[in-house]
Antibody, heavy 116, light 111 residues
Framework: QVQLVESGGGLVKPGGSLRLSCAASGFTFSDYYMSWIRQAPGKGLEWVSYISSSGSTIYYADSVKGRFTISRDNAKNSLYLQMNSLRAEDTAVYYC?????????WGQGTMVTVSS | QSALTQPASVSGSPGQSITISCTGTSSDVGSYNLVSWYQQHPGKAPKLMIYEVSKRPSGVSNRFSGSKSGNTASLTISGLQAEDEADYYCCSYAGSSTLGVFGGGTKLTVL
């Protein structure tokens, strides 16, 4: 079945780094535009970053620009998010999601906690 | 990019209809027919309910419908059921560098 599975979350100190992964299965990953979307505890959804199907076009929310890097490996059906210089306000569940115009495939999310 | 504006909460009794509004600007909701709606139950991932303002993905009940007028989009749920109790988020495309701007979310309570 169509599935996205995130991994790589955890507890990290302010200023630290973390790399999230998202493994896709059950659909043609290389055809899909992919995004990372996060949700702080008890808060709403926030779009973080987007990468086109080929990886040639990338955008970031202003809140993470210069600190986060999105990438993908279509041969491995995988999406990544390298997060550097992490701040307390980056604490959230991070979802990978597929689609453009609408996010029609979602993973279950991985929790990132930034705390000393 | 500012978040879209949604009411914090709405409620209704089983069988009734409710409407959730989502107000943006001429730079997002008003400019594109790319408004989507998501349902999120506690501890679960969001689920796409409506895309391109009024289209339903396969498998979503026809009790869910969407519309748009000017800078405001709306989600209507008819024949409310207990399982509809959840948080609902709207989202709009806002230009090529901002794939999605979300609303703050609306908590639907089925009385």
């Amino acid at each position: 079945q169509v599935q996205l599975v995130e991994s790589g979350g955890g507890l990290v100190k302010p200023g630290g780094s973390l790399r999230l992964s998202c493994a896709a299965s059950g659909f043609t990953f290389s055809d899909y535009y992919m995004s990372w979307i996060r949700q702080a505890p008890g808060k709403g959804l926030e779009w973080v970053s987007y990468i086109s199907s080929s990886g040639s076009t990338i955008y970031y929310a202003d809140s993470v620009k210069g600190r986060f890097t999105i990438s993908r490996d279509n041969a491995k059906n995988s999406l990544y998010l390298q997060m550097n210089s992490l701040r307390a306000e980056d604490t959230a569940v991070y979802y990978c999601a597929g689609g453009i115009g609408a996010f029609d495939i979602w993973g279950q999310g991985t929790m990132v906690t930034v705390s000393s | 990019q500012s978040a879209l504006t949604q009411p914090a909460s709405v409620s209704g009794s089983p069988g009734q209809s409710i409407t959730i509004s989502c107000t943006g600007t001429s730079s997002d909701v008003g400019s594109y027919n790319l408004v989507s709606w998501y349902q999120q139950h506690p501890g679960k991932a969001p689920k796409l309910m409506i895309y391109e303002v009024s289209k339903r993905p396969s498998g979503v009940s026809n009790r869910f419908s969407g519309s748009k007028s000017g800078n405001t989009a709306s989600l209507t749920i008819s024949g409310l059921q207990a399982e509809d109790e959840a948080d609902y988020y709207c989202c709009s495309y806002a230009g090529s560098s901002t794939l999605g701007v979300f609303g703050g979310g609306t908590k639907l309570t089925v009385l």
